[in-house]
């Protein structure tokens, strides 16, 4: 049987976290796709405004990226446990285990998954063009006529 993507595998990043008895657990973080980013941006748009629009402008570095991720985990708790759960593909059921990890595990994996996707799509202005784009087409197919 033939596919449409052959052998495509996605783009990723293994991040090793430490458990409660000290093992490392190797969590592999992907790129957020096009459907991630909206699900982002509608359940947290107040939140992500600011970030988009700094990005779009081209203000926004990777080093303030970062020490945002961390800014983030105090203050929006759920968005980074989102993000954690979309970007390693974690079933539902294990949304309680994400909550739980450590400040340090959770800016380890927000990071590397903040990477792979900035790094598979062209970076962040490129990101915010897709967005805006699919935004704006979808505005045009939901406008009152």
Same mark, same amino acid.
């Given at each position: %049987?033939?596919?449409?993507?052959?052998?495509?595998?996605? /783009?990723?990043?293994? =991040?090793? *976290?430490?458990?409660?008895?000290?093992? %490392? @657990? /190797?969590?592999?973080?992907?790129?957020l796709g096009l459907d991630h980013l909206v699900l982002l941006v509608r359940e947290y748009a107040e939140?992500?405004? $600011?970030?988009?629009e700094q990005t779009a402008s081209g203000q926004l570095t990777a080093d303030q990226a970062i020490a945002?991720?961390?800014? +983030? @985990?105090?203050?929006? /708790?759920?968005?980074?446990?989102?993000? *954690?759960?979309?970007?390693?593909?974690? $079933?539902?059921?294990? %949304?309680?285990? *994400?909550?739980?990890?450590?400040?340090?595990?959770? =800016?380890?994996? =927000?990071?590397? @998954?903040?990477?792979?996707? %900035?790094?598979?799509?062209?970076? /962040?202005?490129? @990101? =915010?063009?897709?967005?805006?784009?699919?935004?704006?087409? +979808?505005?045009?197919?939901?406008? $009152?006529?």
């Amino acid at each position: %049987m033939t596919t449409v993507f052959g052998n495509y595998s996605r /783009p990723r990043q293994i =991040v090793n *976290i430490a458990s409660g008895d000290g093992e %490392m @657990i /190797p969590v592999a973080c992907y790129g957020l796709g096009l459907d991630h980013l909206v699900l982002l941006v509608r359940e947290y748009a107040e939140v992500l405004t $600011p970030i988009y629009e700094q990005t779009a402008s081209g203000q926004l570095t990777a080093d303030q990226a970062i020490a945002l991720v961390t800014s +983030l @985990i105090e203050e929006v /708790p759920a968005l980074v446990s989102m993000t *954690i759960a979309l970007g390693t593909d974690a $079933p539902a059921d294990e %949304m309680d285990k *994400i909550t739980a990890l450590t400040v340090g595990a959770k =800016v380890e994996l =927000v990071h590397a @998954i903040v990477k792979v996707t %900035m790094t598979s799509e062209g970076g /962040p202005e490129k @990101i =915010v063009e897709i967005v805006t784009s699919a935004y704006r087409e +979808l505005s045009k197919k939901f406008r $009152p006529t």
